[in-house]
């Protein structure tokens, strides 16, 4: 009797052990729907460049605008 | 359109200054543009570039900074410490921006003896800015903090933009020093 009973918690028992590590493995090596999180930014480039060419357009309309300016200082 | 032919007839002189400004900066951006072509087929580093960064090394010397490397490779030079260096490429060289600079020179002036002068001395005053402003920034990055990059973003952008301008605003003065009537 008690044997019977003991070979009955015991099935019980394991079938919720296998319940659980089901749930907990379950699609443990599947891909997450949603785009990996990968931070930028935080850190810069290790060797960072010093780039200076950014302005160049601005740069040009403020020649036409000293040279203008230049013009119209002579013809007045 | 009439008036705007009417505008053209009395401002003639700001529309020569126009096309020999944009004439003089697209040609010298051309003739830049095939030297980078011819350099990169014969897997070099341009001279540019190259001397920049070596100038900038020495800078970066002079303002203490300790144990300064400089590497230059076919796409641009790494100078400053090991593990602090900053990468000098082609667009840091500031060589567009000095073209810049002698084409408004050539604009007004016309191709003289004085423009010609003037241009090529300012060429080499706007890369002595460059080069203070590089040897700077690897030094400021030597001593580490946020000040890089504050200084990368704001400052050293304003201070070489507004030194181009100065220099323009002293053109009429440096002709006058030359012997020009007006």
New interface residues.
């Given amino acids: 009797m008690f044997s019977a009973l003991l070979t009955l918690a015991l099935s019980a028992t394991s079938q919720s052990m296998e319940g659980t590590f089901d749930e907990t493995f379950q699609g443990m090596f599947e891909m997450p729907e949603q785009p990996i999180y990968i931070p930028e930014g935080v850190q810069?480039?290790?060797?960072?460049?010093?780039?200076?060419?950014?302005?160049?357009t601005?740069?040009?309309l403020?020649?036409?605008a000293?040279?203008?300016r230049?013009?119209k200082k002579?013809k007045a | 359109m009439n008036a705007l032919k009417t505008w053209a007839a009395s401002n003639r002189p700001f529309l020569l200054f126009i096309g020999r400004f944009l004439i003089t900066f697209f040609g010298l951006s051309f003739l830049y543009s095939l030297y980078l072509v011819y350099t990169e087929r014969h897997g070099d580093l341009d001279l540019v570039t190259y001397w920049i960064s070596r100038g900038s090394h020495e800078m970066a010397r002079f303002l203490g900074v300790a144990d300064c490397e400089w590497s230059c490779f076919i796409d641009g030079c790494y100078v400053g410490r090991p593990g602090r260096m900053v990468n000098i490429l082609e667009g840091c060289n500031g060589l567009r921006l000095a073209i810049v600079y002698g084409a408004y020179v050539i604009g007004i002036g016309g191709w003289n003896w004085r423009s010609l002068f003037q241009m090529t001395v300012g060429l080499v005053v706007v890369q002595i800015f460059n080069i203070i402003r590089i040897g700077s920034l690897i030094a400021l990055r030597d001593y580490g903090g946020d000040m890089y990059f504050y200084f990368i973003k704001y400052v050293f952008g304003v201070w070489i933009y507004v030194s181009i301008i100065v220099l323009w605003l002293f053109k009429p003065r440096i002709d006058r020093w030359l012997g020009a009537k007006n």
């Fill in positions: 810069g480039p290790l060797n960072p460049a010093v780039p200076l060419d950014g302005g160049l601005a740069l040009l403020a020649g036409g000293a040279g203008y230049q013009y002579k």
